[in-house]
């Protein structure tokens, strides 16, 4: 499966976004979803997942109460509700796929996620 993240774009501090992240060749719906994001000079990190068989989902500190992950399993695609935006949350945000086997523990951890797609900028100006 070959993934693409996309719904990127600069935005005002308090405003939304919703990233998609669709698959290629394969559908998204077999596979537990995370989302992660870099910022320039920092490390990549967790933002959210949602496990696919449970649909149990997982949210950074960072980022709980303001966005919001989900699964169209028919459309094989993958979203992120972000509200509320502030400028910390500027960075590359990117999609991948764990095993649907991927225990909670590890649901946070980027070396579950064994597909990767191309990120997308997501900008909040102040």
């Known amino acids: 499966v070959q993934l693409q993240a996309s719904g990127g774009g600069l935005v005002q501090v308090g405003d939304s976004l919703r990233l998609t992240c669709t698959a290629s060749?394969?559908?998204?719906?077999?596979?537990?979803l995370g989302w992660f994001r870099q910022a320039p000079g920092k490390a990549r990190e967790f933002v959210s997942a949602?496990?696919?068989?449970?649909?149990?989902?997982y949210y950074a500190d960072s980022v709980k109460g303001r966005f919001s992950i989900s699964r169209d399993n028919a459309k094989g695609t993958g979203y992120l509700q972000m509200n509320s935006l502030k400028p910390e949350d500027t960075a590359v945000y990117y999609c991948?796929?764990?095993?649907?086997?991927?225990?909670?523990?590890?649901?946070?951890?980027?070396?579950?996620?064994?597909?990767w797609g191309q990120g997308t900028l997501v900008t909040v100006s102040s």
């Open positions: 991948a796929a764990a095993p649907p086997s991927t225990i909670t523990s590890e649901m946070y951890n980027a070396r579950a996620y064994s597909v």
């Open positions: 060749a394969s559908s998204l719906s077999a596979y537990s």
């Open positions: 949602i496990r696919r068989r449970d649909r149990a989902t």
